[in-house]
């Protein structure tokens, strides 16, 4: 591998590494992100290590400088998502009835993933589990990427409307004709999404 190469993977593996694996409270040192680097195939040292992160910090990620001993050790502090904010999100992932169990489980380790494996251990030991009744259809959550492509490209959509009769047999509207609208917005509304189009 040419060297500008080598050097622009060694500076993408390095920050994966601070972004997944350090925090204030985990930050690792110098010889570590040597080792680290090592394993995925790339070789450094701790002079160059040191030149990476202030190249990292010249283009605005904010690395942090400590000591472990008299080690320098690095963390990233400032992300996206605070804990708290995080925490929030998943737990609406869980209390959305909307959402299948399977699609609620892969949700919260997408969301949890966002702060580091550190704080997302954290995230994902502390959840309570809502007494809400998961939908089982999983295709919700595909007919709502489905309707937003329409809605940003101006596209119609055709759909067939159907009710729950008391057994939770489907009832369709004007016998199983399909419905063809142009879709405007998607509006969650207790625990529900409403289509709101021209027709």
Do not use: W
Request: with cysteine; aromatic share 8%.
């Amino acid at each position: 591998m040419s060297e500008p190469n080598n050097k622009k993977l060694r500076i993408v593996k390095l920050l994966e590494i601070l972004q997944q694996d350090s925090d204030l409270d985990n930050p690792i040192g110098t010889n570590d992100l040597c080792e680290r680097l090592s394993k995925v195939g790339v070789t450094t040292d701790r002079r160059t290590i040191a030149k990476d992160i202030a190249f990292l910090n010249e283009q605005g990620y904010e690395i942090m400088q400590t000591k472990i001993s008299r080690q320098n050790a690095f963390y990233i502090e400032d992300r996206s998502f605070s804990l708290a904010e995080l925490k929030i999100l998943i737990d609406a992932v869980q209390a959305a009835s909307l959402i299948t169990e399977k699609k609620t489980e892969d949700l919260i380790k997408k969301i949890a993933a966002l702060s580091g494996s550190h704080q997302a251990e954290i995230l994902t030991e502390n959840i309570i589990h809502f007494n809400t009744r998961k939908h089982t259809n999983e295709h919700i959550y595909y007919n709502v990427n489905t309707l937003e492509q329409c809605i940003r490209y101006k596209k119609k959509a055709s759909f067939k409307y159907f009710d729950l009769d008391e057994k939770r047999n489907k009832e369709y509207r004007k016998d199983g004709e399909k419905y063809t609208a142009e879709p405007v917005a998607l509006v969650f509304n207790n625990d529900n999404y409403y289509l709101m189009t021209i027709r």
